[in-house]
């Protein structure tokens, strides 16, 4: 059977512990080092060496006292802090890599979408196309408070937010220049045609934006587009915007179950169900049997931070997991939402009952993946059937996890055809969706804005009835 290559990101984050915490203390590794650019080159030049299509950076702009009624834990335990700009690191690995993207998470909170815009065109020129940008509205309290907010804005109100944002950066990046407004006319003295760029003219409930962008066309335009939304309003917006999601299902018949309706939603977006990706975060642990495997698994239980799992688990679910003691059994607790990892834990355990603390380290278990590179490569091909497109990797030991795939599990992958040996020519969108040209297709929301802003129809359409006056006077000294 021909298969479809699988999509492969390294899923990580610009902090000392990520997602298995605790780990960074064994001596060897290198991610409490992350403040230093070497480390991510030397992760970059292994990742690329494999053959992966991106990296892919999480991010946060603030912590909440989440465990204990304090922010200790987080402190301590090094979990996403400090934390360090995602955006800014991917700017500098632009120039020590050639085909990886470069994929970072900016929330609608942080940054203006004029300036946002101008940024990510910047990074799309220099990188020729291989940005990528991770869209979220907002997880913590702390984070809104960094920014002149009270506290976190509504949830469903934030994805309104969001829609606004997204509207004024694609006018920005689709609709202000023409395709053919650069014309580097030496002759004649002329670098761009006049007519061809546009303002824009937004005015919202959020922005008011008149334009132009001041940033050339950039080899993709909009940066490939990720979202991560798990709530109905969350994966809606996905459907419309988003050319991967990511997603961490528990189970494969769970995967099996939920991707067509994703898909559907995508549809009815007025999109193809091909137009997303869908991408599975997974752990490896390669051995070279799986008496070894199962070994150097059991290793990293030694290592993990019960603490630090908590606290993670605490701000992401809303529960103060302090409080409760964890040999309690999760039946006579009032935690809700994680019955289905309960259920999990004790059909792999007969006869027992799933604690508080079984909960916690689902964390540490969720998606990981043991076995030989053979073995693992046949649970792919068993995970692709289910629906996946790709795999956000997150590694345990860094950087030692994502050798060991690359050395051990690349070359199975890509004799079976899962992954690629070669990169494709083009921008990162060209890469991943062949045929594209590297442009979001007609289909997309973004499309819409392009043509759409002649100086006569704009001005007429939008700035009267905004208020804009065409020719302010000019400031003196300017």
């Known amino acids: 059977m021909d298969r479809p290559r699988l999509i492969f990101n390294a899923f990580t984050m610009n902090v000392p512990s990520h997602i298995y915490h605790g780990l960074w203390r064994r001596p060897d590794t290198t991610q409490a080092h992350f403040n230093e650019l070497q480390t991510w080159v030397d992760l970059c030049t292994t990742l690329e060496r494999g053959k992966f299509d991106g990296i892919f950076f999480a991010d946060i702009l603030g912590i909440d006292p ?72 907002g997880a913590t309290h702390n984070a809104a408070q960094n920014f002149g907010y009270d506290q976190l804005v509504e949830h469903d109100k934030r994805y309104q937010w969001a829609e606004e944002y997204m509207q004024v950066v694609y006018k920005l990046l689709e609709g202000s220049w023409d395709d053919d407004a650069i014309l580097i006319d030496r002759e004649n003295g002329v670098y761009a045609d006049k007519s061809k760029i546009h303002r824009i003219y937004h005015q919202g409930d959020w922005y008011k934006v008149l334009g132009p962008h001041i ?49 559907e939603l995508v549809v009815a977006a007025g999109r193809e169900p091909t137009d997303i990706k869908i991408m599975q975060g997974f752990s490896f642990v390669v051995g070279s049997t799986e008496e070894e495997a199962w070994r150097k698994s059991a290793e990293i239980d030694e290592w993990v931070s019960y ?3 908590a606290s993670h688990v605490s701000r992401d679910m809303g529960i103060d997991l302090a409080d409760y003691d964890p040999d309690m059994p999760i039946e006579q607790t009032d935690i809700s939402g994680v019955q289905g990892y309960a259920r999990m834990f004790e059909a792999s355990h007969p006869g027992q009952k799933a604690r508080v603390a079984d909960i916690v380290k689902a964390l540490s278990y969720a998606s990981r993946m043991v076995g030989t590179p053979e073995t693992i490569a046949d649970q792919l091909e068993q995970w692709q059937d289910a629906g996946i497109d790709g795999v956000n990797m997150i590694c345990q030991f860094f950087p030692q996890s994502y050798e060991d795939f690359v050395d051990h599990v690349m070359p199975v992958l890509q004799e079976r055809g899962l992954a690629q040996r070669e990169y494709a020519p083009g921008s990162l969108r060209e890469k991943l969706f062949p045929g594209s040209g590297g442009r979001l297709p007609a289909r997309h929301p973004a499309a819409r804005y392009r043509g759409s802003f002649t100086h006569a129809a704009a001005r007429s359409a939008n700035g009267t009835a905004a208020g804009w006056d065409p020719a302010p006077t000019p400031v003196a000294g300017s």
């Open 66 to 137: 989440a465990y204990g009624g304090e922010w200790d834990a987080y402190i301590e335990e090094g979990m996403h802090f400090p934390c360090h700009d995602a955006a800014a690191l991917c700017g500098a690995l632009i120039g020590v890599t050639e085909n990886l993207g470069l994929t970072f998470t900016s929330s609608i909170v942080s940054e203006h979408p004029f300036s946002f815009a101008r940024k990510m065109a910047t990074w799309d020129h220099l990188s020729n196309g291989r940005i990528g940008w991770n869209i979220v509205t």
């Open 215 to 263: 940033v050339a066309p950039s080899p993709q335009r909009t940066p490939l587009l990720y979202q991560a939304g798990a709530s109905k309003v969350g994966r809606e917006f996905a459907a419309r915007h988003a050319e991967e999601t990511i997603a961490i299902y528990p189970t494969i018949e769970g995967a099996r179950a939920d991707i067509p309706s994703m898909r």
């Open 307 to 309: 603490r630090g799992l």
